[in-house]
Nanobody, 122 residues
Framework: QVQLAESGGGSVQAGGSLRLSCAASEYTPSRTCMGWFRQAPGKEREGVATIYAGGGMPNVADSVKGRFTISLDNAKNTLYLQMNSLKPEDTGMYYC???????????????WGQGTQVTVSS
């Protein structure tokens, strides 16, 4: 069972940047897909980006493409989300999550962190 803990959230002005981190307990890269999700108040949770721990191109949502970058350091068991050119609509609780690779494309994630709040002011 993978345990996840996010950090790095905060409050920034529009146009600013933040880098989120997610520390994961031990996992097997070839058997793990990891991702970032977010949920704004009153809205459903949405997938932001996913990445196969065993390698391959990450998948990034159109709403953040070109602004957000997902990366994974398997040696440090840490997932990152670099967020640039932040907009007020990026405000929300950000969660990291993990799942077996065959469930990744369907966004069926079973392991979740507690979340970190990101607030972007105009």
């Amino acid at each position: 069972q993978v345990q996840l803990a996010e950090s790095g959230g905060g409050s920034v002005q529009a146009g600013g940047s933040l880098r989120l981190s997610c520390a994961a307990s031990e996992y097997t890269p070839s058997r793990t897909c990891m991702g970032w999700f977010r949920q704004a108040p009153g809205k459903e949770r949405e997938g932001v980006a996913t990445i196969y721990a065993g390698g391959g191109m990450p998948n990034v949502a159109d709403s953040v493409k070109g602004r957000f970058t997902i990366s994974l350091d398997n040696a440090k068991n840490t997932l990152y989300l670099q967020m640039n050119s932040l907009k007020p609509e990026d405000t929300g609780m950000y969660y990291c999550a993990a799942t077996p690779p065959h469930l990744c494309d369907d966004y069926r994630f079973g392991y979740w962190g507690q979340g970190t709040q990101v607030t972007v002011s105009s």
